[in-house]
């Protein structure tokens, strides 16, 4: 298969935890949830046309977590690709406790999140969860609890790698003395960069840097504006740029764009296949 029908294989591959290489252009499930990521999706069938779309474009790393729905992403994906691709890696998250629409609470007791990883484990049909990232960090328990119990999760076979979401580098350090982090998984696009450090962190630790929201590009894709302007000099879309952008930003970068509908998940996917030149990169790097 060439790039041109698998065009998320043209995104390079990276090896999460030294051992799952993965293509790094992902996708996020979050957005195949209900409004406010809660409840039912609007069209269920669309959202399972999604994934298996996904999955034939080269995706073979998807993004999910409990709290999406809740629950609802992780019985998407089982029921629209299950039994797996032999390369498919799901990860998927725990930490965060749902009262409604909109509503999150970080909850990182040990109990719970061995629940919450036996409940996923169960929802995607798996015996062993690829990667399980800590949702957030629960300011009122120890880290070396919270991922302290991952680590007998892992030592058990339940998990293979774990990760961490929405950490600074002294978080990864301190989680780090109780379990190998493999991946971080922070707010980061051409817009925000606060990550920055953790993203260098990263790269000189070959921990993979998943970023969430790489498609917020604010009034950078404004009619007039430098994505704007150097996606009509390209001849892509802005948001194929931004994550071209992402792309040639560092090579342990994961972008996992979400989407409800094929059609823009195709667009998404087709970014893999955008080459910046560094006068290009370097302009859009600069303008933010």
């Given at each position: 298969?060439?790039?041109?029908?698998?065009?998320?294989?043209?995104?390079?591959?990276?090896?999460?935890?030294?051992?799952?290489?993965?293509?790094?252009?992902?996708?996020?499930?979050?957005?195949?949830?209900?409004?406010?990521?809660?409840?039912?999706?609007?069209?269920?069938?669309?959202?399972?046309?999604?994934?298996?779309?996904?999955?034939?474009?080269?995706?073979?790393?998807?993004?999910?977590?409990?709290?999406?729905?809740?629950?609802?992403?992780?019985?998407?994906?089982?029921?629209?690709?299950?039994?797996?691709?032999?390369?498919?890696?799901?990860?998927?998250?725990?930490?965060?406790?749902?009262?409604?629409?909109?509503?999150?609470?970080?909850?990182?007791?040990?109990?719970?999140?061995?629940?919450?990883?036996?409940?996923?484990?169960?929802?995607?049909?798996?015996?062993?969860?690829?990667?399980?990232?800590?949702?957030?960090?629960?300011?009122?328990?120890?880290?070396?609890?919270?991922?302290?119990?991952?680590?007998?999760?892992?030592?058990?076979?339940?998990?293979?790698?774990?990760?961490?979401?929405?950490?600074?580098?002294?978080?990864?350090?301190?989680?780090?003395?109780?379990?190998?982090?493999?991946?971080?998984?922070?707010?980061?696009?051409?817009?925000?960069?606060?990550?920055?450090?953790?993203?260098?962190?990263?790269?000189?630790?070959?921990i993979a840097f998943i970023p969430w929201f790489p498609l917020a590009t604010g009034s950078l894709a404004k009619e007039g504006g430098p994505l704007a302007a150097a996606a009509a000099e390209h001849g892509a879309t802005p948001s194929q740029l931004a994550l071209a952008w992402?792309?040639?930003?560092?090579?342990?970068?994961?972008?996992?764009?979400?989407?409800?509908?094929?059609?823009?998940?195709?667009?998404?996917?087709?970014?893999?296949?955008?080459?910046?030149?560094?006068?290009?990169?370097?302009?859009?790097?600069?303008?933010?």
């Amino acid at each position: 298969m060439t790039t041109t029908t698998r065009p998320a294989e043209a995104s390079g591959t990276f090896a999460i935890g030294g051992d799952l290489v993965v293509n790094r252009l992902g996708y996020g499930s979050m957005q195949l949830t209900g409004e406010g990521v809660w409840g039912e999706p609007r069209d269920p069938e669309e959202a399972v046309r999604v994934l298996r779309r996904a999955v034939e474009l080269g995706v073979n790393l998807i993004d999910t977590a409990d709290s999406y729905g809740p629950f609802v992403a992780e019985r998407l994906i089982r029921k629209a690709l299950h039994p797996y691709p032999d390369d498919l890696v799901i990860a998927t998250k725990a930490g965060f406790t749902r009262q409604g629409p909109g509503e999150w609470r970080p909850l990182g007791r040990p109990e719970y999140l061995r629940q919450q990883a036996e409940l996923s484990l169960r929802h995607l049909g798996v015996e062993r969860i690829d990667l399980f990232q800590l949702h957030r960090i629960d300011p009122a328990v120890p880290v070396a609890d919270q991922v302290g119990e991952l680590a007998l999760l892992q030592q058990e076979g339940k998990i293979r790698h774990i990760g961490l979401s929405e950490v600074g580098v002294e978080d990864v350090e301190e989680a780090g003395r109780s379990a190998r982090i493999v991946s971080v998984q922070n707010l980061y696009n051409l817009a925000h960069r606060d990550a920055e450090p953790l993203l260098e962190y990263s790269e000189a630790n070959d921990i993979a840097f998943i970023p969430w929201f790489p498609l917020a590009t604010g009034s950078l894709a404004k009619e007039g504006g430098p994505l704007a302007a150097a996606a009509a000099e390209h001849g892509a879309t802005p948001s194929q740029l931004a994550l071209a952008w992402l792309l040639r930003r560092s090579p342990v970068m994961l972008p996992i764009p979400g989407t409800s509908t094929v059609a823009h998940l195709e667009d998404n996917v087709t970014a893999a296949t955008v080459t910046l030149t560094d006068e290009q990169f370097e302009a859009l790097s600069k303008a933010a």
